[in-house]
T-cell receptor, first 112, second 115 residues
C-alpha cells in the first residue's frame, strides 16, 4: 500500500460546482497534513494546512479523519482559476524529524 | 526577490554526462530538499539537509550526490546521466523538520532531459 494515495482524476467540473478530493495515508503515526496546489509547469505551493477540527479558507474546506486515515479538500463555487493539480502531503516521524510524503496529485479542470 | 532559486531552468544533455543543478534560498531556513517529479507528475523526495547535515536520503542511486556548502545552498550533482533521470527536479526549503511549521517553499524547478 502506498504511504499516501490520491485519486488522480482528472476531475472535470463546470464553474460554480462543488468538488471534493480525498487522500488516504497508511501510517497511523502521521502528525501533520497539508494540501498543496501545482499549476501546469510550475512549482507546488501551499494551499492550506489541515487541522484536526477541520478548517476553512474562503471557498476551501479541509478535513481530517484520523480513525479512517484520510484527509479531504472541498472546493465550493469552483472558478476557472482553480484548475490545477492538488497534492496532499503527510508528515510522519522520521528519527527526530518529520518526513514529508506527497500524494501523486489529483487533477482538477474547471470549465466554463 | 526570489525566495528559492534554481539554476539552470532547463538542462538538455546526453547519456553518460555529468551535470550539476544549483539551489539557493534567501529565507533563512534551516532545511533544504531535493525532489524529483517524473513524467507521471509524482513528486518524490530525494534528499533533505538540515543545517548542512544530511537527514533524509531516500533510495536514490549513488550517481546523485547532494552538497550543501552552507545552509542557504544545496546543490545536486549527477554522474553518468541515464535516460531515466529525465524529470523535473525541484529544490525546496522549510524553516525546519523537527517541528512545525513544515511549509515547503519550492524553487521553479529544473527540467532535465537526457538524450
Amino acid at each position: 500500500r502506498k504511504e499516501v494515495e490520491q485519486d488522480p482524476g482528472p476531475f472535470n467540473v463546470p464553474e460554480g460546482a462543488t468538488v471534493a478530493f480525498n487522500c488516504t495515508y497508511s501510517n497511523s503515526a502521521s502528525q501533520s497534513f497539508f494540501w498543496y496546489r501545482q499549476d501546469c509547469r510550475k512549482e507546488p505551493k501551499l494551499l492550506m494546512s489541515v487541522y484536526s477540527s477541520g478548517n476553512e479558507d474562503g471557498r476551501f474546506t479541509a478535513q481530517l479523519n484520523r480513525a479512517s486515515q484520510y484527509i479531504s479538500l472541498l472546493i465550493r463555487d469552483s472558478k476557472l482559476s482553480d484548475s490545477a493539480t492538488y497534492l496532499c502531503v503527510v508528515i510522519t516521524p522520521y528519527a527526530s524529524y518529520g518526513k514529508l510524503t506527497f500524494g501523486q496529485g489529483t487533477i482538477l479542470t474547471v470549465h466554463p | 526577490d526570489t525566495a528559492v532559486s534554481q539554476t539552470p531552468k532547463y538542462l538538455v544533455t546526453q547519456m553518460g554526462n555529468d551535470k550539476s543543478i544549483k539551489c539557493e534560498q534567501n529565507l533563512g531556513h534551516d532545511t533544504m530538499y531535493w525532489y524529483k517529479q517524473d513524467s507521471k507528475k509524482f513528486l518524490k523526495i530525494m534528499f533533505s539537509y538540515n543545517n548542512k547535515e544530511l537527514i533524509i536520503n531516500e533510495t536514490v542511486p549513488n550517481r546523485f550526490s547532494p552538497k550543501s556548502p552552507d545552509k542557504a545552498h544545496l546543490n545536486l550533482h549527477i554522474n553518468s546521466l541515464e535516460l531515466g533521470d529525465s524529470a523535473v527536479y525541484f529544490c525546496a526549503s522549510s524553516q525546519g523538520l523537527a517541528g512545525p511549521p513544515y511549509e515547503q517553499y519550492f524553487g521553479p524547478g529544473t527540467r532535465l532531459t537526457v538524450t
